[in-house]
């Protein structure tokens, strides 16, 4: 019942930003995600996407032509601008500055990992406490968990693909095992939430 | 350890008061993180924190290699010091003396990347190099000019990946689990304790790099920054940043040429 009340709640409450990590096999529901995201989306959208520094990929330029909103790499201390999704790049971790601008930091990975989808997290719930919406996608290491429970005790929204929906489950379970997850959605509710999500102001 | 921003301003005052050291340029987000990474290393709570910078002198030492990001590889980045072989070494050859500032160098990583490519192309003896960090710790490790062997193995193979034709080991003895970087490189380098913030210029140099330290410093000092290191560059000079630093358009003009958009790689114009 108290997770009913908070979601209605929630429902009610606007979306300051939504935070998407994302690593094995969770590229693809990424991409149809953002893909169904609404050209005029309220808000910035923050993806953590786990990379090897070493190896340049066109992950960014590829969903651009595909998209309603912008796709980009994020810049260190950019505004964060509605409809525009921000990649963090290889080799670095995203943070949100207090004045809602991004930055870049080249220190320790998390979990072997930069950029880490926790220390993203963390940041983002720092700065936009329960207006936060974060999304943990499949992937097959801890990273995200700790960052999805930041987002979760600052008062925000916390979903995680649904672990048998997902390529590789480890992410999402291990959010889930920390009781950090408000809702489990499969892939096609997914896309659906991000059709709506101008719906949830 | 959970702090709140305004646990930052509060340590940001206390350190300016206590030990003259002026922090209000650097990004909050990461100073966040760094602090709450301190209080879990050093299993302490806020307010316990505050009494060890106040009370105990050693402990800000310690306290200030942890607020600062020295992580660093030599020849991170390998098309980046591709892009300074091809396009700026040459250019170098062409003055009498060269004098190169690695500033942020931490353990030296950076400092002696560029000794090795000046050394390849037969310019070392006319070059001097300063390495300088706010970290007096981290200058004495590079001073040593002793790398990890497990670390120089990754080193290697970015080398490799610069397409130099050569190989790493040809500029150090390994010793047990260490490798020493050999005098011939070491001779003409100084590290030494500088303070981007408030020591601002002090020579004319033909290079200066400094890569993925501006990241940690909010937009006012940044530009602060870049000004000093115009300030300090020879007409002609190169200004290498990191891969995800530039200087803004309005700040180049008139000032700086782009040689590298990718490599963030300027040289000043007037």
């Not at chain 1, 505004?79 to 670095?92: E, K, L, V």
């Not at chain 1, 009781?179 to 939430?193: D, Y």
């Not at chain 2, 050859?93 to 490519?117: D, Q, R």
């Not at chain 2, 993925?212 to 300090?232: E, G, K, M, P, T």
Request: charge should be neutral.
């Amino acid at each position: 019942m108290l997770e009913l009340a908070s979601h209605i709640v929630n429902k009610r409450r606007s979306i300051g930003v939504l935070v998407v990590g994302c690593s094995a096999g969770g590229v693809g529901v990424l991409a149809k995600m953002l893909k169904a995201m609404p050209v005029n989306l309220a808000f910035g959208v923050l993806v953590v996407v786990h990379r090897n520094a070493k190896y340049e990929t066109h992950l960014e330029e590829n969903l651009a032509t595909n998209c309603r909103i912008a796709i980009k790499v994020a810049e260190d201390k950019e505004r964060i601008r509605p409809a525009t999704a921000y990649f963090a790049p290889a080799g670095y971790h995203l943070l949100v500055e207090p004045d809602r601008s991004l930055s870049l930091d080249a220190s320790e990975p998390v979990h072997f990992c930069i950029p880490s989808i926790d220390v993203t997290m963390q940041s983002t719930a720092d700065v936009y406490g329960p207006s936060t919406v974060a999304v943990l996608l499949s992937g097959a290491n801890q990273d995200g968990a700790a960052g999805m429970l930041s987002v979760y005790r600052a008062g925000g929204w916390c979903i995680a693909q649904h672990p048998r929906d997902a390529e590789v489950e480890t992410m999402p379970a291990a959010a889930i095992a920390l009781g950090a997850v408000h809702q489990t959605l499969p892939i096609s509710e997914l896309i659906t939430f991000s059709q709506q999500l101008n719906n949830h102001i | 350890m959970t702090i709140s921003f305004g646990n930052v301003e509060e340590l940001i005052a206390l350190i300016d008061h206590v030990h003259g050291f002026d922090m209000s340029g650097y990004a909050r987000a990461s100073l966040k993180r760094r602090i709450s990474r301190i209080l879990a290393i050093y299993d302490l709570d806020f307010t316990a924190l505050k009494d060890n910078l106040v009370n105990s002198p050693d402990f800000f030492n310690q306290f200030l290699i942890e607020m600062t990001v020295t992580v660093t590889e030599m020849f991170r980045d390998p098309a980046y010091y591709k892009a300074v072989r091809e396009e700026i070494i040459p250019y170098l050859a062409t003055f009498p003396h060269i004098k190169a500032w690695s500033a942020g160098c931490a353990t030296g990583e950076e400092a002696y990347s560029i000794a090795i490519l000046l050394h390849k192309a037969g310019l070392y003896d006319r070059t001097f190099i300063y390495g300088t960090d706010i970290n007096t710790a981290v200058i004495e490790r590079a001073k040593q000019g002793i790398i990890e062997l497990k670390k120089m193995k990754i080193y290697s193979d970015n080398y490799l990946h610069t397409g130099s034709g050569d190989s790493l080991s040809e500029y150090y003895t390994a010793k047990y689990d260490a490798a020493v970087i050999h005098h011939e490189l070491r001779k003409n380098i100084l590290f030494a304790t500088h303070n981007l913030v408030s020591d601002g210029v002090f020579n004319e140099f033909q290079l200066i790099t400094c890569r993925n330290v501006l990241i940690y410093f909010n937009q006012a000092l940044q530009r602060q920054v870049i000004d000093a290191f115009h300030a300090s560059l020879a007409l002609f000079g190169f200004l290498c940043l990191g891969a995800k630093e530039t200087i803004s358009p309005e700040r180049v003009k008139n000032k700086f040429r782009i040689i590298s958009k990718t490599h963030n790689i300027y040289q000043k114009i007037a």
